[in-house]
C-alpha cells in the first residue's frame, strides 16, 4: 500500500450514499459470503428486496426506517492504496455525527440524487466540508438509472452544484454520475453512459491527496500507565518521527527529556513514526499527564487566546464556559468575541452579535482558562481542530486560524 486516505461519505436522506459505499465494497469482493448471507436473510426478514445499504448501516432501527443514524467505517483496498470510507448521517436532526465523522477526513464525496433539486441540507453539507478545510470534494450524482441515464438530467444538477460551490468559494475534485443500486460507473465504466468521458468512481479517488505535514514530532499523552515499574505514556504519533535516545520536549513542563523506550504491543521498536499508536518511556517522568504534547525541534504554538471557526450544534453565548477538547487536551474556555456569524440554512451574515444559534457558522476568539498546545488546521489538522462541550455535551466544532 503506498498510501491511505480516509473519505467521508455524505449526503441528505435517501441520495443513496449507504448503498454506494455498500455496493462499492460488495463488487470488489470485500464482503465475506457468511455476511451477505445473513444481508440477505435480513432483507427476507423485513419484507424487502437486497439492499446494499444495509452492509454499512449497523443498527436495526435503520433498517428499518431506512436512514443512517451513527456514522459507520468500511476499508476498502484497491489496487493503489486503501480508502477508509466513512458514511455519515444526512438527516439535519443528526448533524452532530455528520460533523464528528466529517471533521477527520482527508476528502469528501457528496452523493446526491439526480431527481431531487438542490437542497438545503446537501448544500449545508457543502459548506460544512469547507468549514472543516476538507478541500478534496467529488461529487457523486446518483440514480442514474431512475432517468434512463440521461445526460442532461447530468449536466443540469451538475451546473446547479457547480454554481453554489462557486457561490460558497470551493472547488471541485470531480463530478460524475452513477447508479449505486445498479453499479454504474463505481467500478468500471457504464456502458450506458458512454456519452461520460470522466474515469469511474474508484478510479476518481486517486485524485484525492494527502497534504504531507511540514511538522516535526508530535505526539500527544492519552494516558500514563505503569507497566513493570516504569511509567510508560501511551498515545498515538499525529505527525513526524523520533528515534529512540533523541531528546524531545513536553508542552506543560518545558524540559528536554530524552526517549528510553519505544513500546508497541510489547514489542521495542526503534522509533515512533506518524500513525503509530504507541509507548514512550522517558529518562524522567515527572510531570508529565494526559493532555500534554510530546514534541521534537519546532515547537507547537502554546497560547490561551487564540482566533477559530466554529460551526455551532446548540446556543452558544459570548463569554460562556465551556469544556475545550484538542486532541488529548481538556480545559475551560470561553468565546470572547463574536466577529461574524453565518447562518448555514438562510446564509445570512450577521456581525457584532451576542449569542450564536444552532447551525451557525461563526469567526471567533476564544480565550482558554489554562495554556494549550495547538496548530493552525491549515497547517496541521489534528492539532487545529477542536470540540467546545457543555455539561459532556457538543456544542460547536472547531478549526484554529
Known amino acids: ?41 435480513t432483507c427476507e426478514d423485513l419484507g424487502k428486496n437486497f439492499e446494499f445499504a444495509y452492509l454499512l448501516d449497523s443498527f436495526r432501527e435503520e433498517r428499518e426506517e431506512d436512514f443512517t443514524l451513527d456514522t459507520t467505517q468500511a476499508l476498502l483496498k484497491t489496487e493503489n492504496g486503501d480508502f477508509l470510507l466513512v ?63 440521461s445526460k442532461e438530467d447530468f449536466y ?12 460558497i468559494g470551493m472547488g471541485l475534485s470531480f463530478a460524475m454520475p452513477v447508479s449505486a443500486k445498479e453499479g454504474d460507473n463505481l467500478i468500471k465504466e457504464s456502458s450506458r453512459m458512454s456519452w461520460y468521458e470522466g474515469p469511474c468512481l474508484i478510479e476518481a479517488l486517486n485524485i484525492f491527496t494527502v497534504k504531507s505535514s511540514i511538522f516535526g514530532f508530535r505526539f500527544p499523552i492519552q494516558d500514563i500507565y505503569d507497566i513493570k515499574d516504569k511509567k510508560v505514556a501511551i498515545g498515538t504519533v499525529i505527525s513526524g518521527r523520533a528515534d529512540r535516545k533523541d531528546l524531545v520536549k513536553v508542552s506543560s513542563i518545558g524540559r528536554e527529556l530524552k526517549i528510553k523506550k519505544v513500546l508497541a504491543f510489547n514489542e521495542v521498536k526503534s522509533r515512533a513514526e506518524t500513525g503509530e499508536s504507541i509507548g514512550i518511556v522517558f529518562d524522567n517522568n515527572d510531570g508529565l499527564k494526559r493532555g500534554d504534547v ?50 448555514t440554512g438562510t446564509f445570512e451574515i450577521r456581525g457584532n452579535i451576542e449569542t450564536l444559534e444552532e ?17 493552525k488546521f491549515q497547517d496541521l489538522s489534528y492539532m487545529g481542530r477542536f470540540v467546545l462541550q457543555r455539561n459532556g455535551h457538543t456544542c460547536a466544532i472547531g478549526i484554529v486560524c
Open 294 to 343: 510530546v514534541y521534537k525541534n519546532i515547537p507547537p504554538r502554546i497560547t490561551n487566546e487564540f482566533q477559530a471557526r466554529i460551526f455551532c450544534l446548540s446556543e452558544l453565548k459570548k463569554q460562556e464556559r465551556l469544556s475545550f477538547k484538542c486532541v488529548t487536551q481538556e480545559v475551560y474556555a470561553r468565546i470572547c468575541e463574536i466577529t461574524e456569524s453565518i447562518n
Open 1 to 41: 500500500m503506498n498510501r491511505q486516505l480516509k473519505i467521508v461519505v455524505v449526503g441528505e436522506v435517501d441520495s443513496g450514499k449507504s448503498t454506494l459505499i455498500g455496493r462499492l465494497l460488495f463488487d470488489t469482493g470485500l464482503i465475506a459470503k457468511d455476511v451477505k448471507e445473513g444481508l440477505k436473510k
Open 87 to 149: 458514511d455519515v448521517p444526512g438527516h439535519r436532526e443528526f448533524l452532530k455525527n455528520m460533523l464528528t465523522g466529517a471533521s477527520y477526513a482527508d476528502a469528501a464525496i457528496l452523493a446526491v440524487d439526480v431527481n431531487s433539486p438542490l437542497g438545503e441540507q446537501a448544500k449545508r453539507h457543502l459548506y460544512v466540508l469547507k468549514f472543516l478545510g476538507i478541500n478534496e470534494v467529488g461529487i457523486a450524482v446518483n440514480k442514474m438509472d431512475s432517468v434512463s441515464y
Open 359 to 375: 447551525a451557525d457558522a461563526a469567526d471567533v476568539a476564544i480565550a482558554t482558562e489554562a495554556p494549550v498546545a495547538i496548530e
Open 156 to 167: 443540469q444538477k451538475k451546473e446547479a452544484l457547480m454554481e453554489f460551490c462557486k457561490d
